[in-house]
């Protein structure tokens, strides 16, 4: 029998791990900032799980992720193509070096309404 590392292992376009603690709505919400790691190039299956409990066509979801080498695009692509989302915004990737001040420079650039 092949092991594959837990990242590779859990990264099948199938797998879709369960949520431990589910928010039954998210309509109090209109903005989700969606955030993980990048596995492979793409982001962890459980971020689709999470897409697939909500409806997100009224929300406006803007992703950001971490990752050593692996850009932001694959995952962003994949968001798009799972589900409706009513506004997606361009994401963000931050290395492991991203400081607090790069995050909200990010943050303060978004075009955000209050």
Not at 58 to 85: H, Q, W
Request: hydrophobic share 35%; with cysteine.
């Amino acid at each position: 029998m092949h092991h594959l590392p837990c990242c590779s292992r859990f990264q099948a376009w199938t797998v879709r791990p369960e949520i431990a603690q589910p928010k039954d709505s998210l309509d109090g919400y209109d903005t989700v900032f969606l955030g993980y790691p990048i596995w492979w190039g793409e982001e962890p299956r459980i971020i689709d799980t999470f897409l697939e409990s909500y409806d997100f066509s009224d929300k406006t979801v803007i992703p950001f992720c971490t990752s050593a080498s692996s850009g932001i695009s694959a995952s962003e692509r994949n968001i798009s193509a799972l589900v409706t989302i009513g506004r997606q915004l361009t994401g963000k990737r931050f290395s492991a070096s991203a400081s607090e001040n790069d995050v909200r420079a990010w943050y303060e650039s978004l075009p955000l309404t209050e």
